[in-house]
């Protein structure tokens, strides 16, 4: 390892500086004529020994200030290389210091940037937020963080992130303001997408016609969409969050864990579960659930979309009672009646009467031809009624 020319400088100035200091002193020089010769000799031993020591000195320091030099080269290299720029700027906000990296993001010669203020690439409207974000920071002598676009020499603007810290100068004055500069374009793209698709799914989830929710794993109502809040009878969405599933929802509380039994060994359920609307009033629903896990399995929330179908139901019993009033009048008839499908011709049922008539029982006589059965005459044929 070899001294740089500025060490070098440095320690011929200080020779000098020493040579003219002791010129400055000579009237104190010590007489050695008047000392014996044993004195001299002890003299110049204690010189001998006073110069050795300074030479063993002299050669620490320099193996120091090799070191030292060895270790700025090595942290100015680091400074330069880093991924993140660094500007230190004063108090009035001009730039004192920069490295590569905020050189290259702002498009400019590092020496071009030194003693001009760092708002000169702050947008125009943003200037306020800027000089608030640096009187922060000496006001506070903290850490202050902020975002801001910057705009470089060419006139293209990036998003940037501003970590700055006051610190010292060589008088202990917080006067300068060291400040990472990270370029952020990417993230805030990615955090614009995201809120497009949240505000997309966001309208999709509100305007469906079937009743969305999204539970705690706790039985916590966590969101609901429109159509939800109006099914249940509640004036505003804010009514039904956080109510409680069991005590507040469920007609028959335990209807919940036999729920989450099904989902914790299927990941889904579909069912059938009576609800209590806001008025106390029952509704059958018809519910699809699927459990909401993170990167390790568990269950952070349940999503699901709950549909009336109290209605439907009655409509399906009052059919049904129908079908089966229906059914008792056909079988019960006096008259021989058979259903026949016009495509094929084949039977496909049967009353009583039927059976007793034809001497077939009802099973026998289904997907036979009426020309099969029949032993009558026309006019017997004729007495017997057809339907589709």
């Known amino acids: 390892m070899t001294l740089s020319k500025d060490s070098k400088d440095k320690i011929s100035e200080l020779r000098r500086d020493a040579e003219s200091s002791f010129a400055q002193k000579a009237g104190d020089a010590v007489d050695i004529s008047a000392l014996s010769h044993e004195d001299v000799q002890k003299l110049v031993h204690e010189l001998q020994v ?68 760092l708002s000169r690439f702050v947008r125009k409207e ?16 903290s850490g202050q963080t902020c975002e801001i ?85 509640y004036g505003t969405k804010e009514e039904i969050l956080s109510l409680d599933l069991e005590r507040d ?32 009033q029952q509704m059958l629903t018809h519910c699809s659930l699927i459990a909401g896990r993170d990167e390790q399995g568990a269950i952070t929330s349940y999503r699901g979309i709950i549909r009336d179908i109290t209605e439907r139901k009655r409509a399906e019993e009052k059919l049904r009672q129908s079908e089966n009033r229906f059914r008792s009048m056909f079988q019960n008839h006096d008259a021989v009646m058979l259903l026949i499908e016009p495509e094929t011709g084949q039977i496909i049922d049967a009353n009583l009467s039927a059976q007793r008539f034809y001497g077939y029982q009802v099973p026998e006589m289904l997907g036979m031809s009426i020309q099969q059965i029949n032993t009558l005459s026309p006019d017997e044929i004729a007495s017997v009624a057809f339907r589709k």
Not at 126 to 141: I, K, M, S, W
Not at 169 to 180: A, L, S
Request: glycine share 6%; aromatic share 8%; with cysteine.
């Open 50 to 117: 006073r110069q050795v020591e300074l030479q063993m000195q002299n050669e620490e320091l320099r193996q120091t200030q090799l070191a030292l030099e060895e270790s700025r080269a090595k942290y100015s290299d680091l400074y330069d290389s880093a991924p993140v720029g660094y500007v230190t700027v004063n108090e009035k906000g001009l730039i004192l210091e920069a490295n590569l990296t905020a050189v290259s993001l702002l498009g400019v010669e590092r020496q071009a940037l030194i003693n001009k203020p």
């Open 126 to 141: 943003l200037g306020d937020a800027y000089y608030l974000h640096l009187r922060q920071v000496f006001e506070t002598q």
């Open 149 to 233: 676009e910057l705009v470089r020499k060419d006139g293209a603007s990036f998003h940037a992130q501003l970590e700055s810290v006051a610190v010292q100068d060589e008088n202990g004055q917080f006067n300068r303001c060291r400040t990472i500069v990270m370029d952020i374009t990417d993230r805030k793209q990615a955090e614009q997408a995201i809120l497009t698709s949240e505000q997309k799914y966001r309208a999709l989830f509100e305007e469906s016609f079937d009743g969305l929710f999204i539970t705690s794993p706790e039985g916590r109502i966590l969101d609901m969409n429109k159509k939800g809040v109006e099914m249940f009878g």
């Open 249 to 280: 929802v469920y007609s028959h509380p335990p209807d919940r864990k036999r729920i989450l039994s099904m989902i914790n060994a299927q990941g889904s359920a579909e069912y059938e579960v009576v609800v209590k609307k806001k008025s106390g």
